[in-house]
């Protein structure tokens, strides 16, 4: 197996099924295989309950695997444990998702620090860094704000600031746009491709054909398989 | 892993914030452990204060002491006429025969009465008692100025007189009352001496000491000499209803060698008295004894106390532990939201076992509070001597930290155990 150092994401016949109840078993991926390279820009889509999600949330190390191989910057973390999982995420990946998922009684600036509070890293930098990405996601004077005060759009990009404290080297976005108008669609995907231009792999779930136009490759699901790549 | 102290006062600062987001239920929840710490402080104040008075009266009368008191039965009073003789108590008889037991150092007997002492028109009743020089020593009486009489003073029967701190400011609010002269009855004293003033008082009259403050002491030769063997109680009526008793001693004080043999010493002395006595007309009395029972109430009385505090205590855990899982349910999104952004389950626990440590140390220091203010205000508005011990206040605060980390551990572990996936879906 050529193990391309170039490669970030390697999926080797992975399958996962959830267990409901005693013997009423739940596929969801049934043995996907692909291969992400460093610097891509990937669109997943496929129709509702195909498994978009729980694929993003595979390779973001959030959930685990049931069989198969998974290979991120060519190390095999099928078998990682929780606190190797999480310092992955930790150091290596932004999460973006459809509903924001910010902290509600946190402020602007509070959400965007959180990454690096796991990381204990110094506090004064941690503010600095955080009112920086504020700054270049167009927040700057929203940072003592509530999430609840602000739009769809503008808590999106709270959360893409969120994402990119860690200076991550893979973005995972869960249709990003999926609440939002076209305009403030647009600008998220302005944001993220800008960020994937700078050289972050960026890995976007979509159903809008639009927004998977910006993509580089759309990887095409269908009841938990990869149908078709173009 | 390792926490490092900045990043754990982070941790604290963050979750003192969510409790203050919640003023009102914070302080609901931690009232079971205000309560339970509050009402530790100020029992075992209240306690030991109770406790240490006994222990202070009890150890003046000396612990290597017996004393035996005169005892007027009731059953006399009823059967005896008005202002006939009765006749009771301690007498010469019982002193000669009590200092034959070879363990009994040294016996100093006292003779009492309630009589009003005069001086310049001014008045105060006061207890009259006659005793031996030694008195002073065996009771550890102090004296302020002057001094108490002598040896020299007892043989020549000197109307001398040493006056509580209470009989002098009633009889000499300003002047110097050494030298100057008492009257009693229709007798004249001269005082020599003032004794110091005690602190304790109230709970200890209702033992055996008199109250130091309102005695007056005199040789017991010179009591002899002026006012006989007889003991003069007034009635509510006239002369006629006045009640006239013969006693010779109304108290002995029993030196005892050694503390091993105050028990034999103390029933040598029963059997001896019992041969001569018909009727138990007295009460022999063993400090040490009344020590070791004080000391047992206390270690009771502490037990019963602790189990009460206990109970709170749990109950107010259980409040705690109830309101974290509260709050994990309440907060599960956050908990996904945290995990996916790199959280370890450790960091999980450590944010919400952090927040009941802060909800139950809160209520540790206001109960610590509450504690150290109700047994001054039992002080002042009952009079009762409190005593808040260092280590009261330090165990209960401990222990209301534990109650957080012991209750606050399962919803944390809820809380780390949770799928970030779940987590993040929930609504
Ligand atoms: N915890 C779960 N238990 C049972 N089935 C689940 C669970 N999570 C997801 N599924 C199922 O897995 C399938 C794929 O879900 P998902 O990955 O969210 O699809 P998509 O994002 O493409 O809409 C769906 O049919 C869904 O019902
Ligand atoms: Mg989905």
């Given at each position: 197996m050529n193990q391309n150092n170039n490669q970030i994401i390697r999926f080797e016949e992975i399958t996962k099924v959830y267990h409901l109840g005693k013997d009423i078993d739940i596929p969801v991926l049934r043995g996907v295989s692909c291969e992400i390279k460093k610097g891509e820009h990937v669109a997943i889509m496929g129709?509702?309950?195909?498994?978009k999600t729980t694929m993003l949330n595979i390779i973001g190390c959030l959930d685990k695997i049931s069989s198969g191989k998974y290979f991120f910057e060519g190390k095999d973390i099928s078998s990682f444990d929780d606190d190797a999982l999480s310092e992955i995420r930790s150091k290596k990946i932004g999460f973006i998702f459809q509903s924001y998922n910010l902290i509600p009684q946190l402020t602007v600036l509070e959400n965007i620090e959180m990454p690096l509070f796991y990381q204990q890293v110094d506090e004064a930098k941690t503010r600095e860094k955080a009112i920086k990405l504020a700054h270049m996601v167009g927040l700057e004077d929203r940072i003592?704000?509530?999430?609840?005060?602000?739009s769809g759009g503008q808590q999106q990009r709270v959360a893409i600031a969120r994402a990119l404290m860690n200076d991550p080297v893979l973005i995972l976005a869960d249709e990003p746009t999926g609440n939002l108008d076209s305009v403030s669609g647009k600008e998220i995907m302005n944001l993220l491709c800008g960020l994937n231009e700078k050289g972050t792999t960026l890995i976007v779930v979509t159903h809008d054909a639009n927004i998977a136009k910006y993509a580089g490759r759309v990887l095409k699901m269908l009841d938990g398989r990869i149908a078709n790549e173009n | 892993m390792k926490i490092n102290l900045i990043h754990l006062i982070r941790i604290v600062r963050h979750g003192w914030k969510n409790i203050w987001l919640h003023k009102l239920r914070s302080f609901l929840t931690v009232l079971g452990i205000v309560f339970g710490v509050a009402s530790v402080i100020a029992m075992l104040a209240i306690g030991e204060g109770a406790s240490y008075e006994a222990r202070k009266m009890i150890e003046s009368l000396g612990s290597n002491n017996i004393i035996i008191r005169s005892v007027k039965l009731p059953s006399d009073a009823k059967t005896q006429q008005a202002s006939t003789l009765g006749v009771y108590g301690l007498t010469d008889r019982d002193f000669r025969k009590l200092e034959t037991i070879p363990s009994v150092v040294k016996i100093i007997p006292a003779w009492e009465m309630e009589e009003d002492v005069w001086c310049y028109g001014k008045t105060i009743s006061a207890r009259i008692i006659g005793t031996l020089p030694e008195y002073k020593d065996v009771m550890n009486l102090s004296i302020k100025t002057g001094r108490y009489f002598d040896e020299v003073e007892l043989q020549k029967s000197e109307p001398v007189a040493i006056i509580g701190s209470t009989v002098r400011t009633s009889l000499f609010p300003v002047e110097d009352p050494i030298g100057k002269t008492i009257k009693i009855k229709s007798s004249y004293f001269k005082v020599i001496g003032i004794a110091g003033e005690k602190v304790f008082a109230g709970a200890s009259e209702s033992f055996m000491a008199e109250d130091a403050n309102i005695a007056v002491y005199i040789p017991l030769t010179t009591t002899r000499l002026f006012f006989g063997e007889y003991e003069v109680k007034r009635g509510p009526g006239g002369v006629s209803s006045w009640e006239r008793n013969w006693v010779q001693y109304h108290r002995f004080i029993l030196q005892v060698a050694e503390t091993d043999k105050i028990l034999t010493t103390a029933s040598l002395i029963s059997d001896v008295l019992s041969q001569t006595h018909k009727k138990q007309d007295y009460q022999i009395i063993v400090p040490l004894e009344l020590l070791r029972q004080a000391e047992k109430t206390k270690r009771i009385f502490n037990i019963v106390l602790g189990s009460i505090a206990a109970i709170s205590l749990i109950v107010g855990g259980i409040g705690i532990m109830n309101i974290m899982l509260a709050i994990v349910t309440e907060r599960t999104r956050e908990i996904g939201i945290r995990r996916a952004v790199g959280a370890k389950k450790r960091d999980i626990i450590n944010q919400f076992l952090t927040e009941s440590v802060i909800l139950s140390a809160s209520g540790g220091i206001i109960g610590v509070l509450l504690g150290i203010l109700i047994p001054r205000i039992v002080t002042k508005f009952a009079g009762m001597m409190t005593l808040i011990t260092p280590w009261s206040v330090l165990l209960s605060f401990t222990i209301s930290v534990a109650v957080g980390i012991t209750f606050g551990i399962y919803p944390a572990r809820k809380a780390a155990d949770l799928d970030p996936i779940q987590a993040l879906r929930y609504e």
């Open positions: 129709p509702s309950g195909s498994g003592k704000h509530r999430p609840s005060e602000l | -």
